[in-house]
């Protein structure tokens, strides 16, 4: 079906910075880096249905009418469409995981296509299911929670906050050049700053590469909460300050510099934005002494780092060139942690103790070091983990896992300090899980 459209907002310009920073991952990897899925219908959902919310979407948000240009070596500039027709894809009777995978097989071409797929399936002539893929260059995680809400209700008061173009504007003014200046600053710092964080050769590098994991616990985010709770804090510092004990203690690397992801929605104009803003900021832990000391350095560290995620991704590579140079090439060390869960209230909450782990996938297709994608609550979490053999062993990708739920319930069931990088603590649950092959998982998404 053809669907048509339009919207306001057209215009050209440069890559808004959070676009630009998906742009170059978009590049590095070599793929899209596809958000989205496949969701049933209820009962008496038509053709026209879709159709409708398909036309809703390309209308509402400019990012899904943005097209690329090129000209010359740079980066691309954007161009924002007021108008135009996409197709509907209806399929009789096929399988909507295949059509998912296809979707996602397909590369975007990001010059002459929409940066949006949607698809119909009926099943014996019912729509049963939808199928929405979307380029990463469309929106970042909280976008994708934005655009689902007002979709739902088919909200139609003005799309809040400011557009990628009109970022890209603030962001080439002269208080963007200052915190442009300010963010880099931070980085080039921390980064000369730090001592060697160079990593003992992997012991079991693998073909394929890449490895993701599948970490499954309600014991630890009631341990991180409680923790927490002891410490006088709110819960969010406390999984960065797990991770990086746990990282201190299977790799020996004390000071850990990990990039926190930042949504960057707590920016004026930025709350309400459908587009790519989520950037890395530079978190440096030092976890010398006890789970509280960790926790309150953690947080500290943490608040700056959020500050300071929001810049030129083009000027940062630079910088981060500069000091590999200097220091070496550890020092681009990419360690990440995404914490994508959706918060709660600071108290104790019993729940059932239950983990489970799993690898999931193997793939020589590039990707992160060492990336932890975190969603879930306060109540239950769930830890995607990549990490490449080449960095470190699956095992011990494994076991940092574990680790991070034995430190939280160390801290969360002694009022004295005792999980200490140095320490270790037994787990509610054996890390002696057997690797179960399931399914492969969603990729990664900022």
């Known amino acids: 079906m ?26 590095t990897l070599g793929h899209s880096l596809a958000m989205g899925g496949t969701r049933p219908l209820p009962p008496g959902t038509t ?13 509402r948000y400019e990012s899904m009418r943005t097209r690329l240009v090129f000209a010359g070596d740079g980066p691309p500039h954007q161009v924002v469409h007021g108008a135009g027709a996409i197709d509907l894809e209806v399929l009789d009777d096929a399988d909507p995981a295949g059509v998912e995978a296809r979707f996602r097989a397909v590369p975007f071409d990001h010059v002459h296509e929409w940066p949006v797929r949607m698809a119909v399936v009926r099943t014996a002539g019912v729509c049963s299911h939808v199928v929405l893929i979307m380029s990463h260059l469309v929106m970042d995680g909280a976008g994708a929670v934005r655009m689902m809400t007002e979709t739902d209700a088919r909200t139609d008061t003005p799309v809040e906050g400011h557009s990628a173009l009109e970022q890209a504007r603030r962001q080439a003014s002269p208080a963007g050049v200052r915190q442009n200046a300010a963010s880099l600053r931070h980085w080039d710092t921390h980064l000369r700053a730090i001592p060697d964080p160079g990593l003992a050769p992997s012991r079991d590098v693998r073909t394929p590469r890449h490895w993701t994991g599948v970490l499954h616990s309600t014991v630890l985010p009631a341990a991180l909460r409680t923790a927490a709770l ?14 990086a004990i746990a990282f201190a203690q299977v790799t020996g690397v004390t000071v850990v510099p990990v990039r926190l992801i930042s949504s960057n929605r707590y920016r004026a104009g930025l709350a309400g934005v459908v587009a790519p803003v989520s950037q890395m900021g530079l978190c440096v832990i030092d976890t010398a002494d006890g789970f509280t000391d960790v926790l309150d350095r ?13 810049y030129n991704r083009h000027d940062l590579n630079a910088v981060i060139a500069g000091v590999v140079a200097d220091r070496g090439p550890q020092f681009s060390l990419d360690v990440s942690l995404n914490d994508r869960r959706l918060g709660g209230e600071l108290q104790d909450v019993p729940r059932p103790e239950r983990s489970e782990f799993a690898w999931v996938d193997r793939s020589d297709e590039p990707s992160s070091a060492l990336f932890l994608s975190v969603d879930g609550s306060d109540e239950a979490v769930e830890i995607t983990m990549y990490v490449d053999s080449h960095l470190m062993a699956p095992s011990e990708a494994e076991a940092l896992l574990w680790a991070m739920e034995s430190i939280a319930v160390a801290a969360a069931s002694s009022s004295s300090e005792s999980s200490g990088p140095s320490e270790s603590s037994g ?20």
Do not use: C, N
């Not at 002891?230 to 991770?243: I, K, S, T």
């Not at 899980?433 to 492969?440: D, F, Q």
């Open 427 to 446: 787990s509610s649950v054996s890390p002696d899980v057997p690797h179960v092959e399931e399914a492969v998982v969603a990729p990664t998404s900022s």
């Open 230 to 243: 002891r410490a006088g804090v709110e819960p969010a510092p406390a999984l960065p300050a797990a991770f």
């Open 47 to 59: 053709t026209d249905d879709v159709a409708g919310e398909l036309q809703y979407l390309m209308s």
């Open 298 to 310: 953690t947080r500290r560290a943490a608040l700056t780092a959020y500050k300071h995620a929001y």
């Open 2 to 27: 053809r669907v048509t459209f339009e919207g306001g907002g057209a215009g050209t310009g440069p890559l808004s910075w959070g676009q630009l920073d998906i742009w170059l991952k978009m590049t």
